[in-house]
């Protein structure tokens, strides 16, 4: 390692007994999975610029000009319902100044910022900041300066290193122009650059280890030496004090661990723990599963989550999905009887007249393949059904709208109204941007999806 930020970095020691090895590498398992996922699209995203899905150096925006499709494989259950901007935010050295133009009244937008850890810690956009433009500050956990003129707010991290998602409604394919035009008139700024000042001293540059595979994340002891890494752009909170002086007892956070000079007995707690974190989160899934849990629960703020570590990791199923105040999304995983979603059956999903999802935005309805979570590549190239599609629907007799889900065309009549379905398992995520607050209490329930045959 090349940088003064790499070789800061000195050899990690376990000074816990295996029984403990055990109990703490749980812990990390739950608190640090989220924190290497998200280090994996990032590296992808900002840092290696030969990965296929790279977008720009950090501090830099990309604007893409389509919505997903499935050759876009680097995050799971992606939307394709809104062109994306990406942006890595770099905080160590001054604040970066967001500048967004003004946006015709009822295009949905949002910029969600996503720290280290995951959390979703702010929003700009339609339901929070308006539609009217300006320009606002994002600052990391050790600036202390003076708010310039011309700045609307300041947006503070807990985190050094932080994702910004920008979401730009797409009304329908011919509208691509529009949101090319709204795209450009993002604008980013160091500090220094927006009030025409002489930029600080550039922190050292990071010597970014190459990130596990999604597979290698589960089976890898280097996801400590990661997840250590990552650690170094968050800045202890005090909530945590306690459980960040647990993980040093095995190695995680300053320093460095040599995985392969552990003692069979202590490999085997770390691979233990581990274990023992993934029954965890296989609870959660049955959660799901069971809609005793939803994507509103495990989508937030850490005050919103109040610290509750697996659920930030469950959140991962969908990472970087919104906090449901800008977002929801019902996730079918079973049908009405309780069995999995599988393209060898037909399925609908009925909407009944004047019982449209309640959104002050939009709502849409994708299909993802498992156990990839991508979507899925079908003749007709449709990977979801959106609120905007409604005039080209079928609706039934008494107005209300059917959704046909499965593997193979339902015929010319109805092809408006299918959303296919890969030939194996499956899950649909219905998405509600901007809900109302009949979805927020409960009181609107998503309907069921049934199986035909």
């Given at each position: ?64 000009p ?78 202390k ?12 991290s807990?985190?050094e ?6 979401r ?38 990071i ?10 994340q ?7 030496n ?24 095995i ?43 939803t ?68 709502w ?22 959106n ?5 080209q ?57 049934v199986?035909?045959?």
């Amino acid at each position: 390692m090349a940088t003064a930020l790499a070789l800061a970095r000195a050899s990690a020691q376990v000074t816990a007994t295996p029984a403990e090895v055990r109990a703490i590498a749980k812990e990390a398992y739950i608190y640090g999975y989220p924190l290497v996922d998200s280090y994996r699209i990032e590296h992808d995203y900002f840092v290696d610029r030969s990965a296929k899905e790279f977008k720009a150096p950090w501090n830099e925006i990309a604007n893409i000009p389509r919505v997903f499709t499935p050759a876009d494989t680097a995050v799971q259950t992606p939307n394709s319902d809104t062109p994306y901007s990406w942006l890595g935010l770099d905080l160590r050295t001054e604040p970066i100044v967001l500048t967004l133009p003004p946006i015709e009244k009822g295009r949905y937008f949002s910029v969600q910022f996503i720290d280290a850890y995951t959390f979703n810690f702010a929003y700009l956009g339609s339901r929070t900041t308006g539609n009217g433009g300006g320009s606002y500050l994002i600052a990391g956990p050790h600036w202390k300066g003076t708010v310039p003129k011309g700045v609307k707010k300041v947006i503070r991290s807990e985190t050094e290193l932080v994702l910004a998602v920008y979401r730009t409604q797409l009304f329908k394919p011919d509208d691509i122009a529009n949101v090319k035009k709204i795209q450009a008139g993002y604008k980013v700024q160091p500090l220094s650059a927006f009030t025409n000042t002489p930029a600080p001293k550039a922190a050292p540059a990071i010597d970014f280890p190459k990130p596990l595979s999604a597979e290698g994340q589960k089976t890898s002891l280097e996801f400590f030496n990661l997840m250590s890494f990552v650690l170094q752009f968050a800045p202890t909170v005090p909530s945590e004090k306690a459980l960040r002086a647990r993980l040093e007892k095995i190695g995680v956070g300053p320093g460095t661990l040599d995985v392969n000079a552990l003692s069979p007995e202590v490999k085997a707690a770390f691979e233990q723990g581990r274990a023992d974190a993934f029954a965890d989160f296989a609870g959660g899934i049955k959660l799901f599963d069971s809609g005793k849990l939803t994507s509103g629960d495990v989508f937030g703020t850490r005050q919103s989550l109040k610290n509750n570590y697996l659920y930030r990791w469950l959140a991962t199923i969908g990472i970087y999905g919104n906090s449901k105040q800008e977002a929801m999304y019902p996730i079918y995983a079973v049908d009405s009887t309780g069995q999995k979603l599988d393209g060898s059956h037909k399925y609908k999903l009925r909407l009944p007249p004047g019982n449209l999802p309640p959104v002050n935005a939009f709502w849409s309805l994708t299909m993802y393949e498992l156990p990839a979570s991508l979507l899925v590549a079908n003749p007709i190239n449709r990977y979801l059904i959106n609120s905007p599609m409604l005039p080209q629907l079928k609706r039934d007799a008494d107005g209300g709208v059917t959704l046909l889900v499965q593997n193979e065309s339902p015929g010319a009549e109805l092809e408006s109204n299918w959303l296919p379905a890969p030939k194996g398992s499956f899950n649909a995520y219905m998405r509600l941007y901007w809900p109302k607050e009949s979805a927020l209490n409960g009181t609107w329930k998503a309907p069921p999806m049934v199986r035909m045959q």
